[in-house]
T-cell receptor, first 120, second 112 residues
């Protein structure tokens, strides 16, 4: 079973509007972390936001917020006031506390990504 | 701060050749990782290390080897390159097990 599922291969948004990128995850751990990374066309991986499974508040970082719904196992990224520079691939990733054989040692499992295109 | 540095950025190999992708970080991070990213896909873990002298396999280790003789360096060795190893390779590091991963800029490898 997929641990991280991003069901939107591509999304389009008008400049200055908000957009939500979906991410669902599968884990039996109680302690885990969820990450979002941005990958522009230049290829580098840029960390955007982090949510811990025990965090009671949704994480926010500037224009980025994470809509964390633990019971539904979803961790959607919300980008407010989209900018042309937001056009990129976006990856959701999860770190579990443990996996088969012991600790995860910080390994991230990535989803397939969503390509976001911002139109002027 | 240089962060995580990978070399080379681009390389073309012939089938059966070998090469080493270099990765070095100057942040004194204990945890280091190698991922590969195939076109249009997410990243898959090849190998990881939790400290000098300690390495372990990730999800897709076949055809690769690693070593970790120092905290700073984590080279990835490709033996007998195959077209299936055509990919973009990312090295990453983190200070602690729960911290964010800092990525290098990636190394694009083509095997013909």
């Amino acid at each position: 079973a997929q641990k991280i599922t991003q069901t939107q291969p591509g999304m389009f948004v008008q400049e200055k509007e908000a957009v939500t990128l979906d991410c669902t995850y599968d884990t039996s751990d109680q302690s885990y972390g969820l990450f979002w990374y941005k990958q522009p066309s230049s290829g580098e991986m840029i960390f955007l936001i982090y949510q811990g499974s025990y965090d009671e508040q949704n994480a926010t970082e500037g224009r980025y917020s994470l809509n964390f719904q633990k019971a539904r196992k979803s961790a959607n990224l919300v980008i407010s006031a989209s900018q042309l520079g937001d056009s990129a691939m976006y990856f959701c990733a999860m770190r579990e506390a443990t996996n088969a054989g012991g600790t995860s040692y910080g390994k991230l499992t990535f989803g397939q990504g969503t390509i976001l295109t911002v139109h002027p | 701060n240089a962060g995580v540095t990978q070399t080379p950025k681009f390389r073309i190999l012939k089938i059966g050749q070998s090469m080493t992708l270099q990765c070095t970080q100057d942040m004194n991070h204990n945890y280091m990782y190698w991922y590969r990213q195939d076109p249009g896909m997410g990243l898959k873990l090849i190998y990881y290390s939790v400290g000098a002298g300690i390495t372990d396999k990730g999800e897709v280790p076949n055809g690769y080897n690693v070593s970790r003789s120092t905290t700073e360096d984590f080279p990835l060795r490709l033996e007998l390159a195959a077209p299936s190893q055509t990919s973009v390779y990312f090295c990453a590091s983190s200070l602690v097990r729960s911290g964010e991963l800092f990525f290098g800029e990636g190394s694009r490898l083509t095997v013909l």
